[in-house]
């Protein structure tokens, strides 16, 4: 055996970890696969073993053939004579297998080459199988590695003695890797394929929040605070719904922790991912108002038969409601459990409306206008006959879309009524103040 194939299992027990027994069985099965290819007719043989001295450095193959009478020997590749059997071994009788040095010579130097490839796939699967029986426990936990390669939208993290994937579906859509990064990622599951244990790995996974939380935050780790939900969209926004197994711990004071410090971890680890911590209720209503914050909600309605949640807010208030591109809303939806619909208070415009139609009815009766014209005289800024008097007739053509003849027949009736015919009283009062 050459000095190669010695530190090859050298690299392979100390490096890899893999049994030494296990390297030197991958060893052996080479050296046979290697004799077989080189001497013709030894597919044939049944029983063969290889036996390797690590201290010398030599590889015997041996043969383990039957000992058959001399008049049946037919097969020479698993049979021998009884009278040569028992040249080799004194006590061999009819049946017994006796081992016979096969090996060629020049056998170490030829075969090494030949079996180091096939010792090699053989450590490979070794180290894959040692893989699935290390990690297959370790589903749902967090790990560090460094990013070591891309394979096209694929991450490969080197764990040390182990290599996980993250595929591209679990990558954040925000974040960039380079290679020799440091990052920490979650281990979704160690799948056991055709081709071997796969370590597959996110960094997008909602139970990767739901991880950092519990090492975080002693209270959830000794189960005073509960994690009721999750629901992220991975590099955007995450919101957590906590709950409290103790009257006297606030859930998201202790999360948030003192100063913020609890949660500023988490979310550097995010990479400033906006987190929200929102209180648990069993109201689904009490609920649905703190998850929708900072909006303001003026009305909630609940179909519970339905799971369905109907909100209402101000109009200034609803882009907050909503969220960018939705998410605040989609992500509470998705925390409930229910549909979370939000819209427009209309309460406020419809109650001005009326009133608009109330002033605008009492325009049209002193002006002898219809409706509709009276509406957009007052939507104009004549709310009373005193300012559309002070309004220009061509402002209010504009306005109400007609000739500025029209504007001014409007104009003449506000001038009439505001110098109509004094009373009886009035006239007889000013002929005194004449005299």
């Known amino acids: 055996m050459t000095n190669d194939i010695v530190a090859l299992i050298d690299y392979y027990e100390k490096e890899k970890g893999i049994d030494r027994d296990k390297v030197l069985a991958a060893l052996e099965f080479a050296f046979i696969s290697a004799y077989r290819k080189m001497v013709p007719g030894a597919d044939a043989i049944e029983k063969i073993r290889a036996d390797v001295d690590t201290k010398k450095g030599d590889t015997v193959i041996f043969a383990g053939l039957e000992v058959v009478a001399d008049d049946d020997y037919v097969d020479k590749f698993n049979e021998v004579p009884l009278s040569l059997a028992q040249k080799s071994k004194p006590d061999a009788e009819l049946g017994d297998t006796v081992d016979f040095n096969v090996t060629p010579k020049n056998f170490g130097r030829i075969a090494t080459q030949t079996a180091k490839q096939t010792m090699m796939?053989?450590?490979?699967?070794a180290e894959k199988e040692m893989i699935y029986d290390?990690?297959?426990?370790?589903?749902?936990?967090?790990?560090?590695?460094?990013?070591?390669?891309?394979?096209?939208?694929?991450?490969?993290?080197?764990?040390?003695k182990f290599e996980g994937r993250?595929?591209?579906?679990?990558?954040?859509?925000?974040?960039?890797?380079?290679?020799?990064?440091?990052?920490?990622?979650?281990?979704?599951?160690?799948?056991?394929?055709a081709r071997g244990p796969e370590i597959i790995l996110s960094r997008s996974h909602p139970n990767f929040v739901r991880r950092l939380f519990e090492s975080e935050v002693a209270e959830i780790a000794d189960n005073t605070v509960e994690l009721r939900g999750i629901a992220r969209e991975a590099g955007y926004r995450t919101k957590v719904a906590v709950g409290s197994n103790d009257e006297k711990v606030d859930p998201v004071g202790a999360?948030?922790?003192?100063?913020?410090?609890?949660?500023?971890n988490i979310v550097r680890e995010l990479n400033n991912e906006k987190v929200d911590i929102i209180r648990w209720s069993d109201d689904p209503a009490t609920f649905v108002a703190d998850?929708?914050?900072?909006?303001?909600?003026?009305?909630?309605?609940?179909?519970?038969?339905?799971?369905?949640?109907?909100?209402?807010?101000?109009?200034?208030?609803?882009?907050?409601?909503?969220?960018r591109r939705g998410q605040n809303a989609r992500l509470t939806a998705k925390l409930m459990g229910w549909d979370v619909q939000v819209s427009k208070d209309e309460t406020q415009h419809e109650q001005f409306e009326a009133r608009v139609g109330d002033a605008a009815s009492s325009l049209a009766d002193q002006l002898g206008l219809d409706a509709a014209m009276a509406e957009k005289l007052f939507r104009a800024g004549g709310a009373t006959a005193e300012l559309v008097a002070q309004m220009p007739a061509e402002y209010i053509a504009a306005a109400l879309e007609v000739s500025e003849g029209e504007a001014e027949t409007i104009l003449s009736k506000v001038v009439v009524e505001d110098a109509a015919p004094a009373t009886t009283d009035e006239a007889a009062s000013e002929e005194k103040a004449d005299a």
């Open 255 to 264: 999360c948030v922790g003192l100063r913020g410090a609890r949660v500023k």
């Open 121 to 125: 796939q053989r450590l490979r699967m």
């Open 134 to 160: 290390e990690f297959k426990d370790r589903a749902g936990d967090i790990v560090s590695g460094t990013v070591r390669r891309f394979e096209k939208s694929d991450v490969l993290i080197d764990l040390g």
């Open 166 to 193: 993250i595929p591209s579906r679990e990558r954040v859509v925000t974040e960039d890797y380079n290679v020799g990064d440091r990052i920490r990622v979650y281990v979704v599951a160690v799948e056991n394929e």
């Open 291 to 323: 998850a929708l914050k900072p909006a303001n909600i003026r009305t909630i309605k609940l179909d519970k038969e339905n799971k369905v949640v109907s909100v209402t807010v101000d109009e200034e208030e609803l882009s907050k409601a909503i969220g």
